[in-house]
């Protein structure tokens, strides 16, 4: 059985992406399809969340086996998607930026019971895809931010000095 699931932006109103899993792959295999088709950096905290139908978010899949006890929490490594995934108009999110709530929105639009599907695959990609995370513009650092940067670590440390100074040395405890 093969999972169609179509991915969707709120930030970029043209961005769809068209994927396609069989139902043994794993939440992580979905995960290192839309990351690898995005062209994101594999190593950023990325989690799926199961929607009810208002887009409420009701069981988590997680890169990170946080240890949580009870609830709906799911590890992405060991939990294949026929576990989760169960009906065409089924919602997922898919959050790939912790810090600043940003997500996309994964509907399952078709299941196809008579193929076969050994890797997963991407059948559409339109559009502007969203950056991975926000302010990503990198300054090149020249010569004289690296002394202004000693300049200020040096008066960090007299101040520490100031303190020793004005309080006297601490006693090992």
């Avoid at 939990?79 to 930026?97: C, E, N, R, V």
């Avoid at 090149?140 to 006297?168: C, H, M, P, R, V």
């Amino acid at each position: 059985m093969i999972f169609h699931f179509e991915i969707l932006s709120q930030e970029q109103k043209n961005f769809k992406l068209e994927v396609e899993l069989a139902e043994i792959h794993s939440f992580f295999d979905f995960h290192s399809i839309i990351q690898k088709s995005l062209g994101y950096e594999s190593h950023q905290l990325a989690s799926f969340f199961i929607a009810d139908k208002k887009g409420i978010k009701e069981k988590e899949i997680s890169m990170l086996d946080l240890g949580m006890n009870g609830g709906a929490y799911y590890i992405m490594q060991k939990t294949s998607l026929s576990k989760l995934i169960y009906s065409k108009g089924q919602k997922l999110i898919y959050t790939f930026d912790f810090l600043n709530d940003r997500s996309l929105i994964i509907e399952l639009t078709d299941i196809i019971m008579e193929k076969n599907l050994s890797e997963p695959l991407v059948t559409l990609k339109l559009g502007d895809t969203p950056q991975q995370v926000l302010g990503e513009d990198v300054e090149i650092i020249d010569q004289e931010s690296n002394d202004l940067q000693d300049d200020k670590t040096s008066l960090l440390f007299a101040e520490l000095e100031d303190y020793t100074e004005i309080y006297g040395e601490m006693d090992d405890f």
